[in-house]
């Protein structure tokens, strides 16, 4: 009697520690795809302001179509593929639009133009907001990746399929700052 009340308080533990471990690893995995969709989020409110920014820049800028046509192009490569495809295209982006704003400083009434100075600093506000949400995607990517790893967890991780998430990287060229002066 004394062995069987002990087998049943051994699995019911068991069942807990199963129970626990797998709703633990569900919530870091929805966190890792919250912060995804907030990077997500940020980009696409880039992605809405840049035509802006072309029309305000086109106005004053008539013969420098190639810089313009390069900065839609890159816009429109960040609406699908993987998390690493996207902020690659972001990065792209972000070449294109210091060569954008660089025109700025061929064109003094553009420097000028209240509607240009209001969309490069939305355009700023939103970089800001990119940076911090890739450091949270980072961030929660990072523990998600250690709690499936980590024992006990790791049993219940690899029993249901939880997958290793990949941190987002900024390619070599990229971390450099832009020389860019307005």
Do not use: C
């Amino acid at each position: 009697m004394m062995t069987t009340i002990i087998l049943i308080a051994i699995a019911v533990v068991l069942v807990l520690f199963a129970i626990f471990s797998y709703n633990g690893l569900v919530k870091y995995r929805n966190w890792v795809q919250e912060s995804f969709s907030q990077i997500d989020v940020q980009l696409q409110r880039r992605h809405d302001l840049i035509p802006n920014l072309v029309e305000t820049v086109k106005g004053y800028a008539k013969h420098e179509k190639e810089t313009l046509t390069q900065v839609i192009e890159k816009r429109n490569q960040l609406v699908s593929g993987s998390p690493q495809q996207r902020i690659d295209a972001d990065n792209q982006i972000e070449s294109a639009l210091r060569s954008l704003f660089a025109l700025a400083e061929s064109y003094p009434d553009l420097k000028a133009n209240q509607n240009f100075l209001s969309l490069q600093e939305e355009l700023t506000t939103t970089e800001n907001k990119v940076a911090y949400s890739r450091q949270l995607y980072n961030k929660t990517v990072k523990d998600y990746n250690i709690k499936r790893e980590s024992f006990p967890s790791n049993i219940i991780a690899k029993l249901f399929g939880f997958k290793r998430e990949e941190l987002l990287t900024i390619p070599e060229a990229n971390r450099e700052a832009p020389k860019v002066t307005f």
